[in-house]
Every structure is written in structure tokens, then in C-alpha cells.
């Protein structure tokens, strides 16, 4: 259930706020923007790190209580493949958010 939240953490706070910023500096370019994008980028790194190792110890920790069976392991790997998903959407927020940026830095140049 607390990977929930965290995802939620990834995609609205970290993933977004670096999106609109990156946004901001491809319409008008500023050097302050451009700042602001690197310590929301490690936000959003730190984010889904954080919910990905939340995501494996529960999975790992369904797979401990309900011991060695089909059940139980096949519950344990559908919670470790779901661990990988704030990774894979913050990082395809960044993607984006850094294609943006550097389109912002072809305006400016």
C-alpha cells in the first residue's frame, strides 16, 4: 500500500514539477529555470529509487510470509515487476523534461 503513495509522490510532485519547469524553460529560457531543473531532476531520481527499493522489500516481504508455494511466488514476482514502474515513469518524465530543456537551450543559443 506504501508504494502507492510513493508513486503518487513520483509522478505528481517530482515527475511533474521537473516536467512544467522543463516546459517553462523551452517557452522562455532562463538561467534560474535551468538551475531549478537539476535538483528537481535528482527529486524525482531519489523518488523512484525510493519507491522501487519500497516496492522490492514488500514484494520480498509477501514472498517471506507466505513461504515457498506457486501462490507465494507468484505473488512475490508480480510485486518485484511492479517495483520497476516509478522507475520507468520518472525516468520517462525526465526523458522528456531534458529533451525539453535542451530545445530551451537551442532557443537561447
Known amino acids: 500500500m506504501i508504494g502507492?503513495?510513493?508513486m503518487g509522490f513520483v509522478i505528481l510532485v517530482s515527475g511533474v514539477g521537473a516536467l512544467g519547469t522543463a516546459i517553462a524553460y523551452a517557452a522562455r529560457p532562463t538561467e534560474q529555470k535551468l538551475t531549478l531543473m537539476r535538483p528537481l531532476?535528482?527529486?524525482s531520481i531519489f523518488a523512484a529509487v525510493c519507491s522501487f527499493t519500497v516496492g522490492v522489500a514488500t514484494a520480498l516481504k509477501h514472498g517471506a510470509d507466505t513461504g515457498v508455494s506457486a501462490e507465494g511466488l507468484t505473488g512475490m514476482v508480480a510485486g518485484l515487476s511492479e517495483s520497476f514502474v516509478p522507475?520507468?515513469?520518472a525516468?520517462?518524465?525526465l526523458a522528456v523534461a531534458w529533451l525539453l530543456?535542451?530545445?530551451g537551450l537551442r532557443r537561447q543559443a
Open 41 to 43: 531532476s535528482l527529486a
Open 91 to 93: 525516468f520517462a518524465f
Open 101 to 103: 530543456v535542451a530545445l
Open 87 to 89: 522507475l520507468f515513469v
Open 4 to 6: 502507492i503513495y510513493l
